[in-house]
Antibody, heavy 122, light 112 residues
């Protein structure tokens, strides 16, 4: 069974950094791209970015709101995807989800973690 | 970025009755492979999003057949033939044609 578990959510002050982890199980982690999404309190879903598998160079792509401040990385030996968030702003306050799609023809994001709450406040 | 617009934003429903949600995209989501790169997700209260439909019309594993879709290009509709109490939550459409994937604002479905 595919499982994704986010951790690392916390209360942080503006301008500081935080790293979230997404620990995966139930599949060969290294074979899949991993994506991050977020949801501000009472708001809709927003894509943050993703990292491709090593077979595709482990390259990353980011939303405009994350580019230059957030870094997505992966440790295939530990089956963990990371979201390093720097220079945090109050508007980054959200529940952050990691998600996985399926290989081959697009078939949506059938696998999501339970989410990690990040609160940015002084 | 492709802009996704849903309507209505709030939908009171009566169990056993049909319901429908509209989703429009600012660009056509019809790919040259013949598929519309449009997903539907349901986020039940306090839960993570749950995939209902992908590629415009394909139900994800375990999704009941009371959920169906219509439309192509820029206009799409999610239909629930007979709403059940477990269908309450916020429904999102999401385009997967081009990065960044973008979502509609969400439609909150609640029992009258």
């Amino acid at each position: 069974e595919v499982q994704l578990v986010e951790s690392g959510g916390d209360l942080v002050k503006p301008g500081l950094s935080l790293r979230l982890s997404c620990t995966a199980s139930g599949f060969t982690f290294g074979d899949y791209a991993m994506s991050w999404f977020r949801q501000a309190p009472g708001k809709g879903l927003e894509w943050v970015g993703f990292i491709r598998s090593r077979a595709y160079g482990a390259t990353t792509q980011y939303a405009a709101s994350a580019k230059g401040r957030f870094i997505i990385s992966r440790d295939d030996s530990k089956s963990i995807a990371y979201l390093q968030m720097n220079s945090l702003r109050t508007e980054d306050t959200a529940v952050y989800y990691c998600a996985r799609d399926k290989r081959g023809l697009w078939s949506g994001y059938p696998y999501w973690g339970q989410g990690a709450l990040v609160t940015v406040s002084s | 970025d492709i802009v996704m617009t849903q309507s209505p934003l709030s939908l009171p429903v009566t169990p056993g009755e049909p319901a429908s949600i509209s989703c429009r995209s600012s660009q056509s989501l019809l790919h040259s492979d013949g598929y519309n790169y449009l997903d539907w997700y349901l986020q039940k209260p306090g839960q993570s999003p749950h995939l209902l439909i992908y590629l415009g019309s394909i139900r994800a594993s375990g999704v009941p057949d009371r959920f169906s879709t219509s439309g192509s290009g820029t206009d799409f509709t999610l239909q629930i033939s007979r709403v059940e109490a477990e269908d309450v939550g916020v429904y999102y459409c999401m385009q997967a044609l081009q990065a960044p994937p973008t979502f509609g604002q969400g439609t909150k479905v609640e029992v009258k």
